[in-house]
């Protein structure tokens, strides 16, 4: 064999070889890694950059709703939150990173922009949600890492307290399918929930929590990740389209995943939302071949 052939075939080998440790890496993030989200939104639409971190909390949905639901207390007293500057207009959500010590941490990185002397201010904010679930007031401590006020002219989408709203809703939502037993939704919001139900030819349609009973039958135990969430006003009422993975063991012991797609119609309350109806489908199978990518 020639240098000229040995070269050309160890570059074959090499790039070969290269795509295969790529391919790998690719799924192995896809199933192993979970993922935070830059959130850029444009009019009721979401649209999510993923990137993997470390997951250990299997109360991520429930702390992650905790922090939407104080960004959009923020919002609706526009008023100082801690260290927040007062009269605030709009927070954007930067970075985010789950941190796993003695106790759970989030630390995000938002822009608050805020009204000063009638002119439009931003301040960058690095801050860190402490949480504990051994307890019953999870949400322990908010601690500010860094602060620094932004003086470029930096054009800021809506970012209000609708937004954070239905996202502390819908992060609590799968919380609550992550496990019924302890959810951060009240009983009163499900009570008169139409749920409809479709995985592959499997259909099922009952109360909530018959339909969850039985989701959990068809699919095995795991957990829900957000992936994507729009928004679109029915009349008086919210429609929201939840985009969700899902990563667990099914009933016949293997692993699985699966891809979700659930619209939900809420009435909006004085005290949050009521879940109207759920028209749930499974846009991938949960089983085989897709279980063959966790081996």
């Keep these: 064999m020639t240098d000229l052939v040995k070269l050309k075939t160890l570059s074959c080998i090499y790039y070969h070889a290269k795509a295969f440790c790529v391919l790998n890496l690719s799924i192995t993030l896809c199933c192993f890694?979970?993922?935070?989200?830059?959130?850029?939104?444009?009019?009721?639409?979401?649209?999510?950059?993923?990137?993997?971190?470390?997951?250990?909390s299997k109360d991520l949905n429930k702390a992650i709703s905790s922090v939407m639901q104080w960004y959009m207390n923020a919002l609706k007293l526009k008023a100082n939150k801690l260290y927040y500057p007062e009269h605030i207009q709009?927070?954007?959500?930067?970075?985010?990173?789950?941190?796993?010590?003695?106790?759970?941490?989030?630390?995000?990185?938002?822009?608050?922009?805020?009204?000063?002397?009638?002119?439009?201010?931003?301040?960058?904010?690095?801050?860190?949600?402490?949480?504990?679930?051994?307890?019953?007031?999870?949400?322990i401590k908010l601690n500010e890492l860094s602060s620094k006020d932004i003086y470029s002219n930096v054009s800021l989408e809506k970012y209000d307290a609708d937004y954070y709203q239905q996202r502390s809703f819908a992060y609590a939502w799968l919380a609550l399918m992550d496990d019924s037993s302890d959810s951060t939704l009240p009983k009163k919001v499900f009570e008169s929930t139409h749920y409809q139900l479709e995985i592959g030819d499997q259909r099922f349609t009952g109360s909530l929590l018959n339909t969850l009973n039985k989701?959990?039958?068809?699919?095995?135990?795991?957990?829900?990740?957000?992936?994507?969430?729009?928004?679109?006003?029915?009349?008086?009422?919210?429609?929201?389209?939840?985009?969700?993975?899902?990563?667990?063991?099914?009933p016949s012991n293997k692993p699985s995943i699966a891809k979700i797609e659930q619209i939900i119609e809420l009435e909006k309350t004085l005290n949050g939302y009521q879940i109207l109806s759920i028209k749930e489908q499974h846009l991938l199978p949960d089983i085989a071949p897709w279980e063959k990518m966790l081996c």
């Design 215 to 250: 989701r959990i039958s068809l699919m095995g135990n795991g957990k829900h990740f957000l992936r994507s969430i729009s928004a679109q006003a029915i009349g008086n009422n919210l429609q929201l389209t939840l985009i969700s993975s899902w990563r667990g063991i099914s």
């Design 90 to 139: 709009n927070i954007q959500i930067l970075d985010a990173e789950l941190l796993t010590e003695s106790r759970d941490n989030i630390v995000l990185k938002i822009w608050i922009s805020y009204l000063k002397s009638g002119k439009t201010k931003i301040r960058q904010i690095k801050e860190n949600f402490v949480f504990d679930f051994n307890k019953s007031n999870h949400f």
């Design 33 to 56: 890694g979970l993922y935070t989200s830059n959130v850029y939104a444009s009019d009721n639409s979401i649209k999510v950059q993923q990137r993997p971190v470390i997951e250990e």
